[in-house]
């Protein structure tokens, strides 16, 4: 079972969907591997229709350096919760999360992602059906709440009493968003619910930790902790896993290796979201906005490639 094969404190890459496809995993992976991935999360109910499978498939694509990998899924019929759980067995994934936290409006105006801490009944029936469709180990990250910090009392030990796998609790609630600095304070508070009521669920912190100092700086402080889930941190460091500091070269070397993978694998959609990416390989250097303004007004990797070329060509005197 993956979650015990972990070596405590571990670190994973958090699922974000646009940002944690199958091309970008396998960027951090060549930059600096996390111990495990998820993918970006899959509404049960597309995946549940003729007409949506293909496209949920596409999503749950993975690669040889994504394994481990625990596949993220979402939405609020408790038999497509199923029909999902037994699919995923075969698909060669360590693990399933259910997303009780994602505050996107038109996610939440489904009754998915964070609205499911206002239905904690159909939460439960999602996920016992989940965990009685696979061998699977179904895991569940979520918020405090919905609208108050002190729903975590009673929305995390509702979770807790079905023994998921793995609990990661974002620390905020859904209406803070990510505007308000996590709730670490809770931390100790968490702990003892877990500890009480699911000794075996592995805890896993997430909400502002950037890189791999900063978890282990956490888990100093909180060592019951089990893991620690990076989001936004790769934006900021691809490297963040690693005590690597990155050159400008290496940098450079991942856009490349990302614009090869996209092209590999996302070549028949859109170019225009590869571009909220290029801001992490070229930033603080003279000329990085130039040539990131360069970059932008492209629209296809060929030209990417050209722009690319272009400013590596050593100045001529
Ligand atoms: C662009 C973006 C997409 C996200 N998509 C998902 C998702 O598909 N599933 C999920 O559970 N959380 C999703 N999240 C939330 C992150 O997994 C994470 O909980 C949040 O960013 C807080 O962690 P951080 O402060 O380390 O970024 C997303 C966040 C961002 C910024």
């Not at 949920?56 to 759980?85: C, M, Y």
């Not at 009521?197 to 890189?211: A, F, H, R, V």
């Given at each position: 079972?993956?979650?015990?094969?972990?070596?405590?404190?571990?670190?994973?890459?958090?699922?974000?969907?646009g940002v944690t496809d199958i091309a970008f995993r396998q960027v951090i992976a060549a930059?600096?591997?996390?111990?495990?991935?998820?993918?970006e999360?899959?509404?049960?109910?597309?995946?549940?229709?003729?007409?949506?499978?293909?496209?949920?498939?596409e999503r749950?694509r993975?690669a040889?350096t994504?394994?481990?990998?625990?596949?993220?899924?979402?939405?609020?019929?408790?038999?497509?919760?199923?029909?999902?759980?037994?699919?995923?067995?075969?698909?060669?994934?360590?693990?399933?999360?259910?997303?009780?936290?994602?505050?996107?409006?038109?996610?939440?105006?489904?009754?998915?992602?964070?609205?499911?801490?206002?239905?904690?009944?159909?939460?439960?029936?999602?996920?016992?059906?989940?965990?009685?469709?696979?061998?699977?180990?179904?895991?569940?990250?979520?918020?405090?709440?919905?609208?108050?910090?002190?729903?975590?009392?009673?929305?995390?030990?509702?979770?807790?009493?079905?023994?998921?796998?793995?609990?990661?609790?974002?620390?905020?609630?859904?209406?803070?968003?990510?505007?308000?600095?996590?709730?670490?304070?809770?931390?100790?508070?968490?702990?003892?619910?877990?500890?009480?009521?699911?000794?075996?669920?592995?805890?896993?912190?997430?909400?502002?930790?950037?890189?791999?100092?900063?978890?282990?700086?956490?888990?100093?402080?909180?060592?019951?902790?089990?893991?620690?889930?990076?989001?936004?941190?790769?934006?900021?460091?691809p490297?963040?896993?690693?005590?690597?500091?990155?050159?400008?070269?290496?940098?450079m070397n991942l856009l490349e290796l990302h614009l090869d993978l996209y092209e590999k694998y996302l070549k028949n959609t859109s170019f225009e979201p590869l571009k909220h990416f290029f801001?992490i390989y070229?930033?603080?250097?003279?000329?990085?906005?130039?040539?990131?303004?360069?970059l932008?007004?492209t629209h296809s990797i060929k030209e990417a490639r050209e722009v690319i070329?272009?400013?590596?060509?050593?100045?001529?005197?």
């Amino acid at each position: 079972m993956i979650w015990n094969e972990l070596k405590k404190p571990f670190l994973i890459l958090a699922p974000m969907e646009g940002v944690t496809d199958i091309a970008f995993r396998q960027v951090i992976a060549a930059a600096g591997r996390p111990d495990l991935f998820f993918t970006e999360f899959t509404n049960v109910s597309s995946y549940a229709s003729e007409a949506g499978r293909h496209n949920a498939l596409e999503r749950l694509r993975i690669a040889p350096t994504d394994s481990p990998i625990i596949a993220q899924i979402w939405g609020k019929n408790p038999e497509h919760f199923a029909i999902v759980a037994e699919a995923l067995e075969s698909l060669g994934f360590s693990g399933i999360d259910l997303n009780f936290g994602c505050p996107d409006k038109n996610v939440n105006k489904t009754g998915g992602g964070a609205a499911m801490i206002k239905t904690p009944e159909l939460a439960v029936e999602c996920f016992r059906n989940a965990k009685k469709s696979t061998n699977l180990p179904v895991s569940v990250k979520t918020r405090l709440g919905w609208a108050k910090t002190d729903e975590f009392k009673t929305w995390l030990p509702t979770l807790l009493a079905e023994h998921p796998a793995a609990l990661t609790v974002h620390l905020r609630t859904k209406k803070e968003m990510s505007k308000v600095p996590a709730h670490y304070e809770l931390i100790p508070e968490i702990i003892t619910l877990r500890d009480k009521i699911s000794p075996e669920t592995k805890l896993i912190i997430n909400g502002d930790i950037k890189n791999r100092a900063e978890a282990l700086a956490l888990h100093e402080k909180y060592p019951e902790v089990d893991g620690f889930m990076i989001g936004r941190g790769v934006f900021q460091n691809p490297y963040c896993f690693t005590d690597h500091v990155a050159t400008r070269e290496e940098l450079m070397n991942l856009l490349e290796l990302h614009l090869d993978l996209y092209e590999k694998y996302l070549k028949n959609t859109s170019f225009e979201p590869l571009k909220h990416f290029f801001k992490i390989y070229i930033n603080n250097f003279p000329g990085a906005s130039d040539f990131r303004a360069k970059l932008m007004e492209t629209h296809s990797i060929k030209e990417a490639r050209e722009v690319i070329s272009l400013f590596q060509k050593p100045i001529d005197n």
